[in-house]
């Protein structure tokens, strides 16, 4: 997802900085996704917390947000709820870019 790094909060940008420190690079290893409500930070998914989500046995939101909760660097747990109750679509959207980071997708699994 394109954003200009400028347009974070305060916050949101030292947390993406330390997120790129601990973790790799922006959009190999984590991932914002900027919603009306602030910015949300992800890592790359653990395997099993992938799959775990692959072999749910509905691939429900519940599932959904198993995966988000595991990944999420940025904000805090209230302030995600926060966000999710305000957008509640915005939990597909980061989950989408969790799993690009995990090599979900053609570009992805292609290497480019």
Not at 10 to 33: D, F, H, M, S, T
């Amino acid at each position: 997802m394109s954003f200009d790094i400028d347009s974070l909060d305060a916050p949101a940008r030292e947390a993406l900085e330390a997120a790129e420190k601990e973790y790799g690079e922006l959009g190999k290893k984590v991932a914002v996704v900027v919603t009306a409500e602030g910015a949300i930070i992800v890592k790359r998914p653990h395997r099993a917390n992938v799959s775990k989500f692959i072999d749910s046995e509905k691939m429900g939101s519940a599932a959904m947000e198993a995966l988000v909760r595991s990944c999420v660097i940025h904000p805090p747990k209230a302030e995600l709820q926060r966000i999710l109750d305000e957008q509640p679509a915005a939990l597909a959207v980061i989950a989408s870019e969790a799993l690009t980071l995990a090599g979900a997708g053609a570009k992805a699994l292609s290497g480019k």
